[in-house]
């Protein structure tokens, strides 16, 4: 019998999962709010131990990392010794980019015997396929915009840099890093010329990226912040981007005059 672990860090994937998987053990590393009902375990990065035994002790046997994991900040006093015994292997991965951490985490987890599991094979139709989600299709010089944006994540994506890049009449007007697509799309909001509209947002997942984790995602709020930045609309990857509350996304995609299209990468 398996049963699955929700790790929870942060935004609305989470509560999405556990709706769909009620029985499911929900591990909050105290970004997510757990949904009611659900048994909840209160888990720390700086206590890997702790939570692998809770995981156990719960018969879990699949897993999923639910959210954007941030690289861990630990305080020496609170580390558990499964922790400590992890650090003189995962120092140097944090000198790395995202993937190498994300790696490194499912390494471990496998190593202790659990399945890893994407959240697109645990939640059918996160993802889209090809072919037009919202709006009117791209236009001639959005497609120009949008090839553009591709090239520049596939070369920055080859260092283990970004999942999303603003182009605006050919120019890269915002890359996406650690600090997340919405502050890329803020940036782009207030530092555009209040004449300078149009442009495209392109989401897209690094080449070879391990779609377990850290899947591109794209949501309500990603609508709100491209229309404050004036953007025409978002191009993603089909079937490798995760679209949140797809529903209210695309009706308030439409509502701005926005396009999202999901294309073959």
């Known amino acids: 019998m398996s049963r699955l672990a929700i ?9 999405a999962l556990a709706a769909a998987h009620p029985d499911a053990l929900f591990v ?16 720390s990065v700086a ?11 719960a018969g879990v046997t699949d897993m999923v990392l639910a959210g954007g994991l941030r690289r861990p900040n630990f ?5 558990d010794d499964y922790t400590k015994l ?4 995962l120092a140097p991965v944090l000198a790395q980019g995202d993937d190498a951490l994300l790696r490194f985490v499912i390494g471990v987890f496998e190593a202790e015997g659990f399945t890893v599991r994407g959240a ?11 072919g037009p989600v919202a709006g009117a299709a791209p236009s001639a010089a959005d497609e120009v915009d949008i090839a553009k944006a591709r090239a520049i994540l596939e070369a920055l994506g080859r260092e283990d840099v970004g999942q999303g890049a603003v182009v605006r009449a050919g120019l890269c007007v915002g890359i996406e890093t650690v600090q997340g697509t919405d502050a890329m799309l803020e940036f782009v909001a207030r530092t555009r010329d209040d004449k300078a509209n149009g442009g495209v947002l392109v989401k897209a997942p690094k080449p ?4 377990r984790v850290d899947m591109p995602a794209i949501g309500p709020g990603t609508v709100a912040a491209a229309r404050a930045a004036g953007l025409n609309g978002i191009a993603i990857a089909a079937g490798s981007v995760v679209v949140l509350d797809s529903a209210q ?7 701005a005059g926005l396009f999202i299209v999901a294309l073959a990468f």
């Open 7 to 15: 790790l929870a860090f942060g935004g609305g994937l989470p509560g």
């Open 28 to 43: 909050d590393f105290g970004a997510s709010v757990p949904p009611p009902g659900i048994e909840t375990f209160k888990a």
């Open 47 to 57: 206590r890997w131990g702790a939570m692998i035994e809770a995981m156990r002790a």
């Open 75 to 79: 305080n020496p006093l609170e580390l």
């Open 86 to 89: 992890l650090l003189p292997r």
């Open 120 to 130: 697109h094979t645990l939640l059918p139709g996160l993802t889209r396929p090809e």
């Open 208 to 211: 070879g990226q391990d779609l």
């Open 249 to 255: 996304t695309i009706a308030d995609a439409e509502a």
